[in-house]
């Protein structure tokens, strides 16, 4: 039997880091890291794979951390834990020792119980380089496509089919897309640039079924209408991976993620959990939230990670920070939107502006900045910010995560000191948070 | 005589967020800006007139806010102030009567003492729109231009002209371009890229004479040596504009700027300096120091203007963030280098990485990241950051300027909950900061 002091399953985002950041404190542990995947997928860039990359080889994760780390790597699945012995058992029936494990699972696309999701030609975002593939190869040969649910992925992934020419609707149960994360104008800034992109929305409708023989052929909407199809994408939300650890009696949380301390330990003080399979706390209730983002994981696996021999780091929550691309409009959020904050109780202020993101406007390729910021309102502390934009608001979200992280008041955004250029910022005395929080101080 | 509650004398980046400022805190002031410029510029957009703008106009700042903030603007030009009267006097002979007074008539380029700097087609960054419609007509007739000092302004101005095709040396008397802000292996970083876009440097070089009978025909070297020019850029640095407030006989500090208060007040309690005109102190030792930002200018009229009828706010010193391009690149600083840091006498530690800015890094236009950042050793506190890279480059150094700001440590960042996509980021477990903190921390 091996012997390992550091266990860690799961490869992707969370895994590694964990991995890596163990090492850093352990310099002499021994570390495994086993995984069933040959080759990891990059999760986010999963969609790109459709239309702005060649193929899903490029969208592969380097493995040059686990040589540079000293971690020995198994390409295998763990089929069980046994807690008592503290053993994990693998498919290919080996057993390995651990005197702390890390669970880093994953996340898995949900599939909603309708008629025809198992036929030929309905996909999920799969973390899968051959089912991938097989993906790829369909949309090769489809002119119509249709997403069910118009939530990040399924937003991402039709803009993708877009790309490659492809007629796309997509079928979303509420009233807009990206509505369970944005606030209404910028739900409707995303479904405008979508309809520009030349993508169908059907909002406020429900698909009944898929339907076809063996392939796909067509979606059966709740009032009988059927819409043509050769491929369907499943992008309805995504589950943690909860299988091991349940069949270990691990205690699952509210949300059906193993439920963690905030150390990042499970039930079992020996078992961490990080990533999309463990729960989330938000940042601002320390109540239990569904909400599996990179950011969130890597931060997860640094905690717990650190913490694996003795507590050093605590998770101060989740803020959610995120953002995407539609057509060549970037998109963001950090925290709270207003009406997530009005349904938490809080009594909030908010502020807007539009801005060039570049200065003077006639910067080549400037594009306008929607920005809204929402404020708790008798401390004027920043509790969110929603962005739509061009390519810098990938790392404006990031900037307004610190504030939010550091519970920043707009008094101190006011007086942030910011640096601008022309090719790359707003003008210096319009700067887009500075001036919001000037006018909410 | 006109009478005002709040005289702003100067209307660019400084004077105009002073007087928007003025007005949201004192709604039913009146509010009197005079300005010397029919057309105000934006000038960190005034290089880009060279080369990526058309035309001067095109990097004009709309005079919008004047009429949203309800403040009367004056086109004149201030000759004197009265200190005992409260009143200032005009070029068109008006006086003004005042109860607080903004100076912030801002800074301009250093005319070095060598022969020939009188030529025709001599120039200087002027912030003056005739001026520089006579630059351009100048250079559609040129073919050699010689920058004298490879600061930023020197790069900025050279950049761009090689846009226009012409022939471009860069002469500056220290061995590296930009060696007064970035340390060495960033110097080295620019100077490639300024190479690879055709500019010829010449560093470790003394300009002694500038050569020509009415017009420039050359550059006459420390050596001798003579390089052919038809127009020469002076790009030596810039000074505060303090006549008036000399004649006026307000304190001058160290730098040679208006002395003021961490609350912008001068050595008149009526009378604020905002801006380039005003002596600006280090966040990190609190004594003068020279730099004349955009980002720093608009901090400083946000205090003073606030402060004006009762102290509200206070400076917390200048952390120096700013970005600029070359050719595609983009580089920025914010806070020490570790040279500056070292120099000051801080124990300090670095950390470094090099990190495609998109993820995976096949995606379209990605580019190499190199961040640098330093730490006060001994209590991991980050003192500043170097970045060359991308277009992303003018909003991380934001991020880390908040760092820097709040004093936050290796251990904060490193933890700092960030968002990621393909299009914008470097991947999840390779963020640049959070990785060099974590190594770091």
Redesign the interface.
């Known amino acids: 039997m091996k012997e390992a002091d550091i266990v860690v399953i799961g490869g992707n ?1 969370a895994g ?2 964990a991995a ?2 163990a090492r ?1 404190y352990y310099k002499d542990a021994k570390i495994v890291l086993i995984r069933k995947e040959k080759v990891v997928l ?1 999760p ?2 999963i969609p ?1 794979i459709f239309g ?3 193929s899903p080889e ?4 380097s493995d040059r ?1 686990i040589s540079e780390h000293n971690i020995d790597l198994i390409i295998d699945e763990v089929t069980s834990i046994d807690r008592d012995k503290r053993t994990i058992t693998t498919l290919k029936g080996e057993t390995i020792g651990y005197k702390k494990l890390v669970l880093a699972t994953g996340s898995q696309a949900i599939v909603p119980p309708i008629p025809g999701v198992d036929l030929e030609n309905v996909f999920v975002a799969k973390k899968d380089i051959d089912y991938l593939r097989g993906f790829l190869e369909a949309l090769d040969k489809a002119k119509n496509v249709v997403t069910i649910g118009g939530g990040f992925i399924g937003v991402e992934f039709s803009d993708e089919f877009r790309k490659r020419g492809l007629d796309v609707t997509i079928i979303e149960m509420l009233p807009h897309c990206l509505q369970l994360v944005f606030d209404l104008e910028f739900c409707i800034m995303a479904e405008n640039k979508l309809r520009q992109r030349g993508i169908k929305l059907m909002t406020n409708t429900r698909a009944k079924a898929i339907i076809g023989e063996r392939k796909v052929e067509g979606v059966e909407l709740a009032d009988g209408e059927k819409i043509p199809a050769d491929i369907v994408l499943l992008g309805i939300g995504m589950r943690p991976n909860t299988e091991l650890a349940q069949k270990a009696g691990l205690k699952i949380g509210e949300t059906r993620a193993i439920w963690v301390d905030e150390y990042g330990r499970t039930s079992d003080e020996d078992i961490f959990a990080v990533g999309d399979c463990a729960e989330k706390r938000s940042f601002f209730t320390g109540r239990p939230i569904p909400l599996g ?7 997860e696996a ?2 717990a990670a650190a913490n694996l021999f003795g507590i050093r ?1 605590k998770n ?1 929550g ?2 959610g ?5 539609i057509g060549d409009s ?1 998109m ?1 959020k ?1 925290g709270l939107s207003e009406k997530e904050a009005t349904d938490l109780g809080f009594e909030i202020t908010t502020g807007e502006t539009i801005i060039s993101d570049k ?2 406007p ?3 390729n400037s594009k306008e900045i929607s920005m809204k910021l929402v404020f708790e309102k008798a401390s004027k502390r920043i509790l969110g910010a929603q962005i739509f934009g061009g ?9 307004l ?3 939010i ?2 519970k ?1 008041t707009a008094e101190e955004m ?12 707003p ?3 319009a ?1 887009h948070f ?1 001036t919001i929080a ?2 909410a101080a």
């Open positions: 985002n590694h880091v890596e950041v850093k990059c986010c860039g790109y702005t990359l060649k490029q969208a592969a994760y951390y983002l990179a950011s969130i994981a890597t931060n640094r905690v780091r101060m989740a803020v920070a995120f953002s995407t691309i970037g963001g950090v200065h003077p006639a910067m080549p390519s810098s608001v990938g790392e404006i979200v990031n900037i995560s610190v504030f992280q550091k920043m006011a007086l942030c000191q910011v640096g601008t250029h022309p090719a790359f910022t003008a210096p005395p700067y500075v000037e006018e």
